[in-house]
């Protein structure tokens, strides 16, 4: 006698709750044969409002987190998505994947996670500098993580062109909104489901999904919203994201890389979202008559 | 010379000491410069560049337009493809070292001219703005051979033509700040000097014409508004660099938006300067003067609200009154003057739109009851008390030697408030404990923190805001990110 499955509700992932959209609104997704794979969540306006408040509350929590602390918490999301693998190849199947490239898929997409954590407490020494400055200071500058990012995940990719995006913004101690991609969603929910069970405080990464077209306008012109990243190729999107960023001068890293080589990830995607703040101190008697060392 | 008439401190005078202006060689007309040679500007037109501490012209200078602009990045391109693009990090540092030695040889030439078109006073433009322009083009042009150290796993590349369009607060060393990193990293350069205040970068192409740098490496185009916007716009520039208002930012980002250039703003400023009830008050005074007067507070970074805490507000207060009645506003050629002249007429009007905003608002004014000379465009040093965070004086960029105090009790108060403001410059903080000295400068969210001090600068320390201030960086080796390609 066979088992009655049971289907999973894909919700969307919000201040670390998994909320229904605020609209009600939902599409429907297919696999290549045509059958329904899932009813998605459309999302609105209001919950891209409501995923950035929730990016901005917690943005001061972990930008102070120890660099230690957030490497642990990223390899931890490491761990989780080792403990789902199969899922993940599943799902990615699912939506039209080949098996060796789906295992193919998540296993970068673990490795990548290791590779960002082990990078959580090491770019500030390679970013950061100690300026040699004519007069008597102690002059440095330190990278900061740039505020609330907007990230609109590529279209073409479930996972890996997501997280390829969010774990460079949160290493660097950023918090984000992500918008998965609109015809591939259903890994951005599970991976939503992998931060949840790993100590990654809530609101640090939040993912919407629904329309492109509809939704990359409240993702780019929000305005507490500081910097805004983008995958892909589309002219037209790119334009406008940038022309949204205008009116309080957001960040636009646009990036078109083919996320399945073991080289697209670095250092300088995490740069792309830092600030770099110089601090001056007066240093006492350098170089007058009491110097002497 | 102005004297002073506030009886309560005038128990001296001092005695006229002006700069010789003898010794410089201004012509009475400036066309462009453009692929290593002077032309004429397409349109015919030239304007007056005024001294504004006497309202007198000081020289013509070419309005370029369109067509010039387009024929300077031509140059440029030109130059980039056959010359400087290919040259070696090597030979291109040693023409930017060249142009720095010569530059510190006319050192006080350019003072003088800098104070003369500009109106700030000769003790700045001779000890802080030309040294420092002179020591930004030493200190890159060491870059040039090293720039694979700079970023490491990766191959750097220059991007091509850099677009420049600077300010008029600081003219020579914006133009120092534009032009060196770009050299240094193998880029040509077209720089527009703001309209009033075109003569130093003038100059500057004297100089790099005596230097023999190859002909397009550098073209300085001057004029508007709409020469600079020919710039943002042309299709064969590869990186726009500005510097300027926050307004202005926003229309080149979005005149870019639809290209792939690269861009480094550098914006407007309403920056924090907080007094805590430990800081030496004395010397913080001396630090709240130098942060909101140094350059009649036409400065991106000035520390224009200031914030005390309230258990010192009162003598804080009271020293800054009378430090303020010390200041000496007048002749910017003058070694004794402390603030010169308001850089124009314009600005003049938008400072007094200002004080006047601030005093409808219901805020509490005080002004140094200096003497002011009767031609020329000045403005007395002006506090406002009694303001609040939302009060216009508070919240908007005034670019000028007008400063709000605000009270507060506790630190986690002055963070919140310093902070709510949507500009991200820079900071400063006064207070004895090094522990709540790194508590602030942490979470001010500020590109440039001073502890203890206000105002300083240097070409090894990268300067640059957060959010609406802008991006991007210039100075130090964080300078160098605006002008390469990594791959």
């Not at chain 1, 599943?90 to 296993?107: F, H, P, T, V, Y």
């Not at chain 2, 802080?128 to 030493?138: E, G, K, R, S, T």
């Not at chain 2, 200002?354 to 002006?382: L, N």
Request: charged share 25%.
């Amino acid at each position: 006698m066979s088992r009655l499955e049971i289907l999973k509700t894909y919700k969307i992932y919000i201040g670390g709750q998994f909320p229904r959209t605020e609209s009600g609104r939902y599409y429907q997704i297919q696999d290549g044969k045509g059958k329904v794979i899932g009813n998605i969540c459309m999302s609105s306006k209001k919950d891209v409002r409501n995923a950035v408040s929730a990016a901005r509350k917690t943005f001061g929590g972990w930008a102070e987190r120890s660099a230690f602390n957030r490497s642990q918490i990223l390899y931890r999301i490491a761990e989780m998505l080792e403990g789902r693998r199969d899922q993940f190849i599943n799902e990615l199947m699912i939506q039209g994947s080949s098996k060796a490239n789906a295992e193919k898929e998540i296993d970068l997409t673990i490795d990548r996670t290791v590779y960002y954590a082990g990078w959580c407490d090491k770019y500030q020494q390679l970013l950061s500098s100690v300026n040699p400055v004519s007069s008597a200071h102690f002059n440095f500058s330190v990278v900061e993580p740039t505020g609330v990012v907007s990230i609109i995940a590529d279209e073409n990719s479930s996972l890996i062109g997501m997280i390829s995006l969010i774990l460079p913004a949160i290493a660097g101690g950023n918090t984000c909104v992500v918008l998965a991609s609109e015809k591939l969603p259903l890994c951005s929910i599970t991976f939503a489901e992998v931060l949840n069970t790993s100590d990654l405080p809530a609101g640090v990464v939040n993912i919407v999904t629904g329309k492109r077209a509809e939704l990359i306008e409240p993702m780019g012109n929000h305005m507490d919203v500081n910097a805004t990243v983008y995958s892909g190729s589309n002219a037209d999107e790119i334009k406008k994201l940038k022309e949204l960023a205008v009116q309080n001068v957001k960040r636009v890293k646009t990036y078109n890389k083919k996320w399945m080589n073991e080289e697209s990830q670095d250092l300088y995607m995490i740069s792309d979202l830092q600030e770099v703040k110089t601090t001056w101190h007066p240093i006492e008697n350098i170089g007058g008559a009491t110097s002497s060392y | 010379m102005a004297k002073k008439t506030d009886k309560k401190i005038s128990s001296w005078d001092f005695s006229p000491s002006p700069e010789g202006i003898s010794h410089i060689e201004l012509k009475d007309k400036y066309d462009l410069f453009i692929d290593g040679k002077w032309v004429k500007p397409s349109s015919g037109k030239y304007f007056e560049s005024i001294n504004p501490s006497n309202e007198e012209k000081i020289s013509s200078v070419a309005h370029a337009n369109q067509a010039d602009v387009d024929k300077a990045v031509k140059a440029a391109r030109k130059a980039y493809n056959g010359v400087w693009g290919k040259m070696s990090g090597k030979e291109r540092g040693k023409y930017i070292y060249r142009i720095a030695r010569m530059m510190q040889e006319k050192a006080r030439e350019l003072a003088v001219i800098e104070t003369l078109d500009g109106g700030k006073p000769i003790r700045e433009s001779r000890d802080i703005d030309i040294p420092l322009a002179c020591n930004h083009f030493f200190y890159y042009a060491g870059w040039a051979d090293k720039l694979d150290y700079a970023f490491p796993n990766r191959k750097v590349e220059s991007l091509g033509v850099a677009g420049q369009i600077i300010p008029w607060n600081f003219p020579l060393l914006m133009a120092a700040w534009k032009i060196a990193p770009a050299l240094a990293a193998g880029n040509t350069v077209v720089l527009k000097p703001a309209e009033s205040t075109s003569l130093t970068a003038l100059k500057l192409a004297e100089i790099i014409e005596e230097s023999g740098l190859p002909a397009g490496v550098v073209n300085i185009v001057t004029g508007f508004g709409d020469t600079g916007a020919a710039i943002v716009n042309h299709p064969d520039v590869d990186k726009v660099a500005f510097t300027g208002s926050t307004d202005v930012g926003k229309i080149i980002q979005k005149a870019i938006s639809g290209t792939d250039k690269k861009a480094t703003l550098e914006l407007g400023g309403k920056s924090a300067n907080i007094i805590l009830e430990d800081a030496p008050i004395d010397q913080a005074v001396e630090g709240i003067v130098n942060g909101i007067f140094f350059n009649q507070g036409h400065v991106c970074c000035a520390g224009s609200r200031l914030f005390v805490q309230e258990s010192v507000a009162d003598v804080v207060v009271k020293k800054l009154k009378q430090r303020l009645d010390s200041l000496y506003v007048g002749n910017p050629l003058d070694k004794n003057t402390d603030i010169g002249a308001i850089n124009s007429k314009e600005q003049l009007q938008t400072i007094k739109k200002y004080i006047k905003i601030g005093q409808e608002e219901g805020a509490e004014m005080y002004q140094s009851p200096c003497s002011i000379p009767t031609k020329g465009y000045f403005c007395p040093p002006t506090l406002f008390t009694n303001v609040a965070q939302s009060s216009v004086i508070v919240q908007q960029e005034i670019f000028g030697p007008v400063l709000t105090i605000q009270t507060f009790r506790t630190v986690d108060e002055v963070i919140q408030k310093a902070n709510n403001t949507p500009f991200g410059l820079a900071a400063g903080v006064w207070t004895d404990k090094g522990s709540r000295i790194f508590n602030l400068t942490t979470k001010l969210r500020a590109g440039v923190v001073w502890a203890n001090t206000y105002n300083k600068f240097d070409p090894t320390s990268p300067f640059g805001g957060y959010k609406e201030s802008g991006f991007g960086r210039e100075g130090g080796l964080h300078g160098l990110e605006a002008y390469v390609k990594l791959s």
